[in-house]
T-cell receptor, first 113, second 113 residues
Framework: DTGVSQNPRHKITKRGQNVTFRCDPI?????LYWYRQTLGQGPEFLTY????????KSRLLSDRFSAERPKGSFSTLEIQRTEQGDSAMYLC???????????FGPGTRLTVT | AQSVAQPEDQVNVAEGNPLTVKCTYS??????LFWYVQYPNRGLQFLLK??????LVKGSYGFEAEFNKSQTSFHLKKPSALVSDSALYFC???????????FGPGTRLSVLP
């Protein structure tokens, strides 16, 4: 299967700890997006990359959040000093520049205790 | 600011009956509109999109949607519902030349046997 993959699928951490998630996009896609989804809500945009360049960040992306996409391939999303409010599903998606539909991974569910 | 509304939290329909899941949007420019479906423990799956052209667009699994500019709506439809269509459905909008989706809150569809 050459879809978008995310690891880990589940992460439980204690408040104040740092966590890092990984996303591997569809290999030919040059755009990569991160979204956050809380229970009962639609996904909310966090940030996106075109190749290795991070081109846009949402106000939701506080200074505790950082994302990278070295070499324009996989991406990591790190949350420092986690808070209980960070508990959510973190979704990654990828797309071609020339197309608008995005293809989503299964998500990483973060629980902060 | 862009926004998407899905006025119904829940839609119940009997198997074999037609279904409609409603979506209205508010954008300042020309909208590109999408429908995604989310099954439990799985990522969002792309169903269909409206970019330009014919107001009636056809997508995956027998779904279709009608773009209505005057009513700023993009309702999802299917002539004959299946129990396997039961899932969470999200409408999303992106502006022309925009980058990230704005999602609606989702509508849970239950198809009863």
């Amino acid at each position: 299967d050459t879809g978008v993959s995310q690891n880990p699928r589940h992460k439980i951490t204690k408040r104040g700890q740092n966590v890092t998630f990984r996303c591997d996009p569809i290999s030919e896609h040059n755009r990569l997006y991160w979204y956050r989804q809380t229970l009962g809500q639609g996904p909310e945009f966090l940030t996106y990359f075109q190749n290795e360049a991070q081109l846009e960040k949402s106000r939701l992306l506080s200074d505790r959040f950082s994302a990278e996409r070295p070499k324009g391939s996989f991406s990591t999303l790190e949350i420092q000093r986690t808070e209980q409010g960070d508990s959510a599903m973190y979704l990654c998606a990828s797309s071609f520049t020339s197309e608008y539909e995005q293809y989503f991974g299964p998500g990483t569910r973060l629980t902060v205790t | 600011a862009q926004s998407v509304a899905q006025p119904e939290d829940q839609v119940n329909v009997a198997e074999g009956n037609p279904l409609t899941v409603k979506c209205t949007y508010s954008v300042s420019g020309n909208p590109y509109l999408f429908w995604y479906v989310q099954y439990p423990n799985r990522g969002l799956q792309f169903l269909l999109k409206y970019i330009t052209g014919d107001n009636l667009v056809k997508g995956s699994y027998g779904f279709e949607a009608e773009f209505n500019k005057s009513q700023t709506s993009f309702h999802l439809k299917k002539p004959s519902a299946l129990v396997s269509d039961s899932a969470l459905y999200f409408c999303a909008v992106i502006l022309a030349y925009g980058q990230n989706f704005v999602f609606g809150p989702g509508t849970r569809l239950s198809v009863l046997p």
